[in-house]
């Protein structure tokens, strides 16, 4: 794909001249960081801002890999906060709304991700945005567009870049995805993300993070919320059988938390 001017965003063969750029929502993990590169090389940098939303109960090495991915490719990345919650703790968010998840999605993607988000945009206009959906989420990518907004770039589902592809691009440039990943995880989200509902990937929790494991089920306990389901049935965190299983890890398809959110197996 040819490089193009600077203020000009072309989809499906047309050009559209905008003045406001182009915001990549960076969220730590390896398909968000391919898509700022894809970007920067498509558009140029002094049409892209990297944005990130910080999240308190991310793994500490995932600002690590952020360091990196700005120094090679040369950019900032920005942090957009909402000033509700500057703490910006997914754990504070559960406790002020008195749950961790809700049928359509979690709280904390709500107020720390999408209106973090908004609170950028009212100072920070963009006319287009771009996030880590793959070639695999091309569907979520069409129900967000749907649902959210039309002004996004799908430049990794246009690139065919799947999420492997995305982990490959990282480490051809040197740099070591997010220790997450070689602990068996999905994605670079928090541990303990409480979208999730496998006994698979809970069980992963308590084995390779256990205080985070300790720390959902007492709060899930405390605020009644039943985040794991086995065999069809919600049940608490701390009823879960250690050597129950679900989808095996690698079938795990837990998307990486953007602005969007929804519960996965």
Wanted: aromatic share 8%; with cysteine.
């Amino acid at each position: 794909m040819p490089r193009r001017h600077a203020g000009t965003v072309a989809r499906a063969g047309v050009q559209v001249m905008k003045p406001g750029g182009i915001a990549v929502w960076f969220s730590n993990g390896a398909a968000s960081a391919a898509a700022l590169k894809l970007t920067l090389d498509l558009y140029g940098r002094e049409a892209v801002r990297a944005v990130n939303n910080p999240v308190e109960e991310e793994d500490t090495d995932n600002l690590r890999f952020q360091r990196d991915v700005s120094e090679w490719l040369g950019v900032g990345i920005e942090q957009a906060v909402n000033p509700e919650y500057p703490e910006s703790s997914a754990v504070q968010v559960w406790w002020r709304r008195r749950a961790m998840v809700f049928t359509h999605g979690a709280p904390c993607t709500v107020h720390l991700k999408k209106e973090a988000r908004q609170h950028w945009e009212k100072t920070n206009p963009v006319d287009w945005h771009v996030f880590g959906f793959t070639a695999e989420e091309r569907q979520r990518h069409d129900r967000f567009v749907m649902t959210e907004r039309e002004n996004v770039l799908p430049v990794l589902i246009d690139a065919g870049m799947t999420k492997d592809d995305c982990a490959d691009l990282i480490r051809s440039a040197g740099i070591a995805l997010p220790r997450v990943y070689a602990e068996g995880y999905p994605n670079a989200n928090c541990i303990g993300c409480v979208k999730a509902t496998s006994p698979t990937y809970w069980n992963l929790v308590r084995e390779t993070r256990p205080q985070d494991f300790s720390d959902r089920a007492a709060q899930s306990r405390a605020l009644g919320v039943r985040l794991v389901r086995v065999k069809n049935k919600r049940i608490f965190l701390d009823e879960l059988d250690p050597s129950a299983k679900g989808y095996p890890l690698k079938r795990l398809k837990m998307p990486e938390c953007g602005i969007h959110c929804e519960e996965k197996p």
